[in-house]
């Protein structure tokens, strides 16, 4: 029994249900009002436009619907180019793929992680050129359209440099901000830059209905055709006339109404998991080999995945191995994702001089994360990956 206790399994991430979740979703089952048509989906997208800063919101089944139907709106289509990083989770990517464009992969800042602007306006410069209409990869020789800046990890992409980049060359940007909701950049909420910026409010995110997304946008007539399409693009709903191929990508009360439960303690779940961030970086300040995160005076992180990177040479194993170690004690890692522009289902889209990504991911390890987790739980890894040091 005590080694049970002992042992016991501390996951990476898990939800944290414990406001009014049971509430509001009890009054959507009482009342009947279970699908997207209902109170719980109007007040989750104004909690959260007003939460982020944004003017719209429209309620998605996931993230991954929010960025395909910000692609489409974008004018993304069959044969255009959207930059991105190479280190993110896939689909972001694959939503590119879906409008029948094609992603090209830049590298990453070995620093923060994220998105290296610097690379994408050196990409910009020297890889493309105009022709009578836009901007062309001459590599490829498809037309890049968009920028699809992905705030991983919790922390934000440098926006600022990203925007001035876009407004140069006349390309829209949209933000992936699934994994980033209640992060800061220069003060403001990440996800206030874009044409568009996408939530996610899948099970490990830092808010979650079960499953569902949010495209934000300051855009009236966008967030319009946003709640068109992603309800089937009804033009006469009682004949049945459709003026678009449209898509039934519509939140539906029920999670909505869990969503809003989440919402309303998503700040307190940020304090958790900054302070979840700041006793790994104590606990682990002075061991060898662990290489932590950089802030940069401009950002806030949500630390959604707390996230190190292992050095071999330094630590004595590397992180596949800490990984193992730690799963043997009941303790939940994961790696950073395969940077996409090595993956076999990507070969056929450009990257632009990746250096960095590739050494991030062999070394990155997600350490348990949970909103709810314990300062005598969170011990345990940090004693564990001190003993595992050489
Ligand atoms: C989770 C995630 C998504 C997709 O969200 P879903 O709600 O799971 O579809 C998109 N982009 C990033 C970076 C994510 O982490």
Partial sequence: MMNKLKNKTIPLSEPLICGNEWKYVKECLDTGWVSPVGKYVETFEKITSRYVGRKYAVACVSGTAALHTSLILTGIGPGDEVVMPTLTFVAPANTVRYTGAYPVFVDVCSDTWQLDVDKVALFLKKECRWIKNGLVNRHTRRKIKAILPVHVMG??????????????????????????????????????????????????????????????????????????????????????????????????????????????????????????????????????????????????????????????????????????????EGIQTRPFWHPLYSQKIFTDSYAYEITVADRIYSQGLSLPSSVGLSLQDQKRPIALIRLGQR
């Fill in 155 to 328: 922390y934000p992409v440098d926006m600022d440099p990203l925007m001035a980049i876009a407004r140069k060359y006349g390309l829209a940007v949209i933000e992936d901000a699934a994994e980033s909701l209640g992060a800061e950049y220069k003060g403001e909420k990440v996800g206030r830059h874009g044409l568009f910026a996408c939530l996610s409010f899948n099970g490990n995110k830092v808010v979650t209905c079960g499953g569902g997304g949010m495209i934000l946008t300051d855009d009236k007539r966008l967030a319009e055709q946003a709640r068109y399409l992603t309800t089937q693009a009804k033009d006469d709903p009682i004949e049945n006339i459709h003026g678009a191929v449209g898509y039934n990508y519509r939140l539906t009360n029920i999670q909505a109404a869990m969503g809003v439960a989440q919402m309303e303690q998503l700040d307190r779940y940020i304090v958790k998991k900054r302070r979840i961030a700041s006793l790994y970086r104590q606990g682990l300040a002075d061991v060898a080999g662990i290489i932590h995160q950089v802030e940069n005076p401009e950002a806030v992180s949500s630390y959604w995945l707390y996230t190190v990177l292992v050095d071999k040479k330094l630590y004595g194993r590397d992180s596949r191995a800490l990984m193992l170690a730690l799963k043997a």
